[in-house]
Structures are given as structure tokens and as C-alpha cells.
């Protein structure tokens, strides 16, 4: 026999839920949808009812967003949140790969800089002034490989 789950002790409805937490409400229902969060326990009503833990479960996952870790790598984190059988070196080794990522994002980034003031240096010195469609950035933008920048 199936019982139907009790709303948790002072529960709260989705709307709340993302205000508190600091996302929206089609974040969660994807979160909940993709198994991030646990599914919510509905009301009498049907709306979405959650414990106040969601908020804070919430909140991590949108710091872990914020270091530009991947909705699977969450769920690992998530995961060893609740483990004590696994190990923080796991937790570390997840961080670890994460700044290598970082880092690589942080070299394009400083070679993306130092292309575009290339592409302002010469239009400086070779169009500044011209008609907009004679401007060296179309043709440095146009071209295929840094290579065939100025």
C-alpha cells in the first residue's frame, strides 16, 4: 500500500522558494526535473510544497553555477554532500578539474584581449575617421584564424 507524502513542517510553495534561494521558479522545476532537487511534495491544491532545506540546497547549486561547474558535476557534488562513505578527495579532484577549466578560460579570454586591441591599433591607425563599412575590424573580424590578424 502507497501512503502519499506529508507536506514537511513549515513548508513553502515554489514562488517563495525561488525568492528565497535567488533563482526562478523554472529553475527549480528543471532542477527537480533532471533530479537535482527532490520532487517536491504536493498539496491538496496540487502546488509544489518544499522543506526549508531546499533553500539552502538551492543557494549551493547556485554558487556551484556561479563557479562554472556543470549541471553533472553538481549532481556529483550534491551527491557527496550526503555520503560520508565517499571521500573529500573527490569533492577536491571535482575543484581541481574546475580550475583547470577556469584557467584554460582565463587564457582565451587574455588571447581574445590581445586580439582586439589589435584590431583597435589598426583601425586607429588605418580607418579611424572613414566611412564605417572601410573599417579594418570587418575584415579582421571576416577572417578565419588570429593568424590573419593585423
Known sequence: MKFPQLPPANAIRIGQLAS???????????????????????????????????????????????????????????????????????????????LVTVREKLTELKNLELTLAKFIAACNSNCAGSPAPDCTIFKDLSATSAQGVA
Not at 532545506?53 to 543557494?59: A, V
Not at 547556485?62 to 549532481?75: N, P, V
Not at 569533492?91 to 574546475?98: F, H, I, T, W, Y
Open 20 to 98: 528565497e534561494a535567488g533563482c526562478s521558479v523554472p529553475t527549480i522545476r528543471y532542477y527537480e526535473q533532471v533530479g537535482l532537487i527532490p520532487r517536491a511534495v504536493r498539496s491538496s491544491a496540487k502546488q509544489r510544497l518544499y522543506g526549508s532545506t531546499s533553500i539552502q540546497l538551492l543557494q549551493f547549486i547556485r554558487r556551484c553555477r556561479e563557479f562554472g561547474f556543470t549541471l553533472d558535476q553538481i549532481c556529483d557534488l550534491v551527491s557527496l554532500t550526503k555520503n560520508s562513505d565517499r571521500d573529500c578527495v573527490e569533492v577536491r579532484d571535482l575543484a581541481k578539474a574546475q
